[in-house]
């Protein structure tokens, strides 16, 4: 079974193709264009890539074409894209502004391209349609709520990877199991009186976000109603005060787009340091003494430890702290930041271990820790392959 996973940018288009066949997951291609002016002829050029490759002969072989779709009103999980799918997105754009419009226009080229093709979508926000209310909702009014002003959450796909493969590495095999089936039963399945699993996974890189997993679905998560919260982003602001934006319309005197685009290209990381929005820049700067670099990943850390004891505190403790993305997978002297004086919590790094692991899956706690620290490298794009080939095969059934 071939998958075809397609990354909708305004102005790019990135794919991957796996073989998903038994229980086999192999990666037959990966490519992309940058800078798209026309998108049609780009969908021509990855089936092109694809054939030439000699993946597939012909796009009738492809099982279905998934996305990682972000928002939409009233509609997430892993679906079918159709109409109803579609203007349900539509009706968000303004929580999406930069993903939503593009996989709107991208999804119905490759609808007409390859009309008897399944396009499926899996929500970044699916991962949180099982995280109790209370955890979700701001302090707003009703009208509000209505509205879509929530929290929804994001990276979906990375936290539920790490749900599932942390499971695993863990010897937790009936909550892996009952990850894999959580779009399908709706998070039903019951672990038979097992102790509960409770991790927190950290997604640390240009975006990040912390989520807490109970027995493999989230509770909750630091990004709120847009990916413009919880940790500092690459350019963009993390948490901010509501009262923040329209006191600085009034008093520097711009007005509310310009306030939105500064705090989402020249705000987080970028804004702190006044210096990159790359956190391998700013750490070398830091070790160098510059003092925008250290105040820039002092905040980073602080904001990372904040809420993993948030989700510490909400479920209870942990069995397992896991790191994830560009940040969390390689950057060795933030992960044992993130760390440091945690030993009254039973959560205890193994220095040498930690310094020697990059983007490999390695238990980095020491022994006698309580709370297993790991590092999983993610994947997000198998994710989707899984979940459109789950839905696949359950809608066959
Ligand atoms: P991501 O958005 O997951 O690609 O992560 C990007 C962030 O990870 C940037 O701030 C990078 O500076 C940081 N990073 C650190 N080491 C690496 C690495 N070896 N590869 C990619 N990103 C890295």
């Given at each position: 079974?071939?998958?075809?996973?397609?990354?909708?940018?305004?102005?790019?288009?990135?794919?991957?193709?796996?073989?998903?066949?038994?229980?086999?997951?192999?990666?037959?291609?990966?490519?992309?264009?940058?800078?798209?002016?026309?998108?049609?002829?780009?969908?021509?050029?990855?089936?092109?890539?694809?054939?030439?490759?000699?993946?597939?002969?012909n796009e009738s072989e492809?099982?279905?074409?998934?996305?990682?779709?972000?928002?939409?009103?009233?509609?997430?999980?892993?679906?079918?894209?159709?109409?109803?799918?579609?203007?349900?997105?539509?009706?968000?754009?303004?929580?999406?502004?930069?993903?939503?419009?593009?996989?709107?226009?991208?999804?119905?080229?490759?609808?007409?391209?390859?009309?008897?093709?399944?396009?499926?979508?899996?929500?970044?926000?699916?991962?949180?349609?099982?995280?109790?209310?209370?955890?979700?909702?701001?302090?707003?009014?009703?009208?509000?709520?209505?509205?879509?002003?929530?929290?929804?959450?994001?990276?979906?796909?990375?936290?539920?990877?790490?749900?599932?493969?942390?499971?695993?590495?863990?010897?937790?095999?009936?909550?892996?199991?009952?990850?894999?089936?959580?779009?399908?039963?709706?998070?039903?399945?019951?672990?038979?009186?097992?102790?509960?699993?409770?991790?927190?996974?950290?997604?640390?890189?240009?975006?990040?976000?912390?989520?807490?997993?109970?027995?493999?679905?989230?509770?909750?998560?630091?990004?709120?109603?847009?990916?413009?919260?919880?940790?500092?982003?690459?350019?963009?602001?993390?948490?901010?005060?509501?009262?923040?934006?329209?006191?600085?319309?009034?008093?520097?005197?711009?007005?509310i787009e310009e306030a939105?685009?500064?705090?989402?290209?020249?705000?987080?990381?970028?804004?702190?340091?006044?210096?990159?929005?790359?956190?391998?820049?700013?750490?070398?700067?830091?070790?160098?003494?510059?003092?925008?670099?250290?105040?820039?990943?002092?905040?980073?850390?602080?904001?990372?430890?904040?809420?993993?004891?948030?989700?510490?505190?909400?479920?209870?403790?942990?069995?397992?702290?896991?790191?994830?993305?560009?940040?969390?997978?390689?950057?060795?002297?933030?992960?044992?930041?993130?760390?440091?004086?945690?030993?009254?919590?039973?959560?205890?790094?193994?220095?040498?271990?930690?310094?020697?692991?990059?983007?490999?899956?390695?238990?980095?706690?020491?022994?006698?820790?309580?709370?297993?620290?790991?590092?999983?490298?993610?994947?997000?794009?198998?994710?989707?392959?899984?979940?459109?080939?789950?839905?696949?095969?359950?809608?066959?059934?």
């Amino acid at each position: 079974m071939k998958i075809l996973v397609a990354n909708l940018g305004s102005t790019s288009l990135k794919w991957r193709l796996f073989d998903c066949s038994n229980n086999a997951e192999r990666l037959l291609h990966k490519g992309g264009f940058e800078r798209v002016t026309d998108y049609p002829k780009a969908i021509e050029d990855c089936l092109a890539a694809l054939k030439a490759a000699g993946v597939i002969t012909n796009e009738s072989e492809l099982a279905a074409v998934g996305f990682k779709t972000v928002i939409a009103k009233d509609v997430t999980g892993c679906v079918r894209l159709d109409e109803r799918v579609l203007s349900a997105m539509a009706a968000y754009n303004g929580l999406a502004p930069a993903h939503n419009p593009p996989y709107i226009t991208g999804i119905k080229l490759f609808a007409q391209r390859m009309p008897t093709v399944p396009l499926i979508g899996l929500f970044e926000t699916a991962f949180y349609q099982f995280a109790p209310e209370a955890m979700t909702r701001y302090a707003v009014p009703a009208a509000w709520h209505a509205a879509g002003i929530r929290r929804w959450s994001f990276h979906g796909a990375s936290h539920k990877f790490v749900a599932e493969r942390s499971a695993e590495l863990l010897g937790r095999h009936d909550v892996a199991e009952r990850v894999r089936r959580l779009y399908l039963d709706g998070g039903k399945s019951s672990l038979n009186g097992a102790a509960p699993l409770r991790v927190i996974s950290c997604h640390l890189g240009g975006s990040s976000s912390i989520t807490g997993i109970l027995n493999g679905a989230a509770i909750g998560s630091s990004m709120g109603m847009s990916p413009q919260s919880g940790l500092p982003q690459n350019n963009r602001v993390g948490d901010l005060d509501a009262e923040a934006i329209p006191y600085a319309v009034k008093t520097l005197g711009i007005t509310i787009e310009e306030a939105q685009r500064q705090l989402s290209k020249e705000a987080g990381l970028k804004g702190l340091s006044g210096l990159s929005n790359d956190m391998r820049e700013i750490a070398e700067a830091a070790a160098k003494g510059d003092a925008g670099a250290k105040l820039a990943l002092d905040h980073f850390v602080s904001s990372a430890r904040h809420w993993i004891g948030a989700f510490f505190l909400e479920l209870n403790g942990a069995d397992a702290i896991v790191f994830t993305a560009g940040i969390g997978e390689n950057q060795a002297d933030i992960r044992a930041a993130i760390c440091a004086n945690l030993e009254g919590l039973g959560i205890k790094l193994d220095l040498a271990k930690n310094a020697a692991t990059r983007a490999t899956e390695t238990v980095i706690s020491t022994p006698d820790s309580a709370v297993k620290i790991l590092v999983v490298p993610t994947n997000e794009e198998l994710v989707v392959a899984r979940e459109t080939k789950r839905l696949l095969e359950h809608s066959a059934h």
